[in-house]
């Protein structure tokens, strides 16, 4: 199956068996729980909500398919996922090398809640070049975070050079691939650990679903954060389970053409003269086009610029807009 056929149906098989229902979408399971027959063991597979629940499981299914991973978990948001990404893989005293370019909130978390409040240490690298990864790993570090690329200043890194550094000095390495969707980027086909994802964005894509996604291989990591993930209790509802699964479902078309809009507005901007910058990976002028190109197969709907004139005027133009809403999120 191509990633087209596998982000309509897996996952979603009808149930043709004596007594299954045939369903060709699934279920929205909005049970809290599940009766068994026997004290010791789930008659059915499934015991409480919190710790699974057959909507989010076939979710869950899906997007481990679309990133070429082995395991996928399903959480109420995406700082929700990096949330229990840090709980489960670090403790205090443990140092972290991190893009210095992040999205804003992962940043927020990483300061004010894992550096003050459980001595975690964070080093903010200009991982464009990875020489400053290798040059930042110390005796303590034990995660590589990166974006690529990065919200906002579109810059990206080396995926496969990174992960090389990182597999030798057994650090492990985490990408937010929110910005490109399995779509276009497959951070784990270049050697990354895990990934993450607001599926709030692109995934859900209609934006009426907050959410987030951890996908990986290794299943002793995965066993411990669905442990973590059920004892922490940040969970994806069954709602917003089956709205994520429909979204996938038309995720290839809408990136194929959020990525042609874009280098048409990227273009436009490019050549008009009040603005001084244009980042978009799909423009040759971006210095790392070449490495878009040998790792992502499309360039994404992302966009960011820099325009003349100070607040005022980028305030005047913001507020102008009549297509694009004036609000936060993507996709
Ligand atoms: C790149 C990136 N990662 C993570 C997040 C956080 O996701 P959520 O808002 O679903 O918690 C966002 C949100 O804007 C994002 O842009």
Redesign the pocket.
């Known amino acids: 199956m191509k990633f087209e056929t596998k982000a309509i149906h897996v996952g979603e098989e009808p149930n043709l068996k004596e007594g299954g229902s045939g369903d060709v979408v699934v279920p929205i399971h909005l049970s809290s729980t599940f009766a068994r027959r026997e004290v010791e063991k789930p008659t059915g597979g499934y015991e409480y909500s919190r710790s699974g629940n057959p909507t989010r499981h076939t979710l869950e299914k899906r997007l481990a398919v679309l990133e070429n991973a082995r395991f996928g978990l399903a959480f109420s948001?995406?700082?929700?996922a990096?949330t229990v990404l840090c709980m489960t893989l670090l403790k205090s005293g443990d140092h972290v090398i991190a893009f210095d370019d992040l999205?804003g909130?992962?940043k927020r978390l990483f300061n004010t809640i894992f550096n003050r409040n459980f001595g975690v240490e964070f080093s903010y690298v200009d991982a464009r070049d990875k020489e400053n990864i290798k040059r930042g790993i110390k005796e303590n570090t034990r995660l590589i975070w990166l974006?690529t690329p990065t919200?906002p200043l579109m810059r990206l890194c080396d995926l496969k050079g990174i992960s090389g550094i990182a597999g030798e000095k057994g650090i492990l390495t985490v990408v937010?691939n929110?910005?490109m969707s399995p779509y276009f980027q497959r951070p784990l086909d270049f050697g990354i650990d895990i990934v993450?994802h607001?599926?709030?964005?692109y995934l859900n894509g209609h934006s009426d679903s907050?959410?987030?996604a951890i996908m990986l291989s290794d299943e002793d990591i995965y066993n411990k954060l669905k442990f973590n993930q059920n004892a922490i209790g940040a969970i994806l509802s069954p709602f917003d389970s089956y709205m994520v699964l429909r979204g996938i479902k038309t995720l290839a078309i809408r990136m194929d053409r959020h990525s042609q809009n874009a280098i048409d507005i990227a273009r436009y901007l490019e050549s008009h003269p009040k603005v001084r910058n244009v980042y978009y990976p799909g423009l040759k002028s971006h210095p790392q086009f070449e490495m878009a190109r040998r790792q992502m197969s499309g360039f994404g709907g992302m966009i960011s610029f820099e325009m003349d004139g100070g607040l005022e005027e980028a305030r005047a133009f913001l507020e102008g807009l009549r297509i694009f809403s004036l609000a936060?999120?993507?996709g």
């Open positions: 948001s995406g700082l929700a990096e999205y909130g992962t974006e919200n937010d929110t910005f993450v607001s599926t709030t964005k907050v959410g987030g936060e999120s993507l």
